[in-house]
Structures are given as structure tokens and as C-alpha cells.
């Protein structure tokens, strides 16, 4: 009877022992199924532009705005330090719109409105190359923990809030350029961004605010 005890709890153990180590197995395989389809589905997407890139990194490492009157909260989309990793696609905007913009922006605006629509079609990826300080590419992933306030980071205050970009639109002789970027802070603010090439560095030139919603 003592050996068949020591056998039937023997077993038992062994049996728990390999329950333990299936669902072990099976929730890392659930993780790095979840892994792969979510970077599977951004694998699909291509990638900005090295020009898309140069517009990003002048924009970020900008270290005196223009001297015009800027709308509110930009400063902080300048300062911003977490990019989102997918692009922001172009929303339909009616002529009249496209006509405001462009006594803002000036002559030529509607080619390179044009151009900055037709690169904005689709979802475009932004990878680690955007040369600004201490600036990091935040994942859909990450992006997704944050609105649920389940990740945990540096206080805002001390980094900026995340940014999503648009892909940029170029003039024909290539000096001009466009793109839309969201600021998501104490306020989610959108906005037309034109820069301009100065001693084969972008500059900011001008900006027109798009949208502002305040929580």
C-alpha cells in the first residue's frame, strides 16, 4: 500500500509538473503569436523616404521657431520627443479649405498640396532615423498602453508628449516642403507644417493650425 501511495503522488506531481509547462508553453506561444501579427502587420506597410527623414530632422532639431505668430500648443509638437510609427494618412478637405491654406501658405501652394496628398494615401512606417536628440519611435503597441495607462514613463513635462506625422509633399524644384503632424498633450492639436530649404537645411517657414481638441 506504501508503494502505491508513493507512486499515485508520484504521479500526480508529474502529472502537475507537465500541466505547469503546457500552459507555460502555451501562453509564450499566444505572446509571440500576438507579437508577430502586430509587427506583421506593419511589415506590410512601407517605408518614408530618406527626404521625409531630412524634413523630420531639421523640424525636430529646430532650436529658434520663426518669428511669426504660431498657434497655440506648436512649440510643444517641436519639442516633442515620441514619434507614433505609422503615418498619418491625408483627410479630404473641401477647395475652399485648400483655398484658405494657400493665402496662408503663398504662391505655389497647390502643387505642393498635391504632392503632399498623393504621398498620404496610404499608412507609411517611420523607423529610428530620425536624427534628433534623445527622440524614440513609439509603437502601436506602446501607443496602445499608453491610452489604456498601462505603461509607465519619465512625467511628460520632462519629455513632450508623442507626435504623429504625415509624409511629406515637395514643390517641383524640391525646396519646399509639407507635411501635418498631431500633437497628443494636454490637448490634441493638428497642424500644416511648410519648411522651406536654407543652406541645404530645412527651415520652418510656416504653420496653420487644423484642429484643436481640448480635454
Not at 509571440?32 to 502586430?38: D, Y
Not at 527626404?51 to 523630420?56: K, L, N, Q, R
Not at 519629455?159 to 504625415?166: A, C, D, R
Request: with cysteine; charged share 25%; hydrophobic share 40%.
Amino acid at each position: 500500500m506504501r508503494i502505491n501511495h508513493y507512486c499515485s503522488k508520484y504521479e500526480s506531481n508529474v502529472l502537475f509538473g507537465l500541466s505547469r509547462w503546457f500552459w507555460l508553453i502555451v501562453l509564450i506561444q499566444c505572446f509571440s503569436i500576438q507579437g508577430k501579427c502586430q509587427s506583421g502587420e506593419n511589415d506590410k506597410l512601407k517605408e518614408v523616404s530618406k527626404w521625409d527623414y531630412a524634413v523630420y530632422t531639421s523640424f525636430f532639431a529646430t532650436e529658434k521657431l520663426p518669428a511669426i505668430e504660431l498657434p497655440r500648443f506648436f512649440e510643444q509638437a517641436v519639442k516633442a520627443r515620441k514619434v507614433y510609427e505609422n503615418t498619418v494618412i491625408a483627410k479630404a478637405i473641401k477647395p475652399e479649405e485648400i483655398a484658405e491654406l494657400g493665402k496662408t501658405f503663398g504662391e505655389g501652394f497647390d502643387s505642393l498640396y498635391k504632392d503632399y496628398k498623393n504621398n498620404n494615401t496610404d499608412e507609411f512606417i517611420v523607423r529610428e532615423r530620425i536624427l534628433a536628440p534623445d527622440l524614440t519611435i513609439l509603437t502601436k503597441a506602446e501607443k496602445g498602453k499608453r491610452l489604456s495607462g498601462k505603461l509607465v514613463e519619465v512625467p511628460s513635462h520632462l519629455t513632450g508628449e508623442y507626435v504623429s506625422l504625415s509624409r511629406a509633399g515637395f514643390n517641383k524644384k524640391g525646396d519646399k516642403a509639407l507635411f501635418y503632424i498631431t500633437w497628443s498633450g494636454s490637448a490634441v492639436t493638428s497642424y500644416y507644417v511648410m519648411m522651406q530649404k536654407q543652406d541645404n537645411k530645412w527651415v520652418i517657414k510656416n504653420v496653420e493650425m487644423d484642429n484643436m481638441i481640448i480635454f
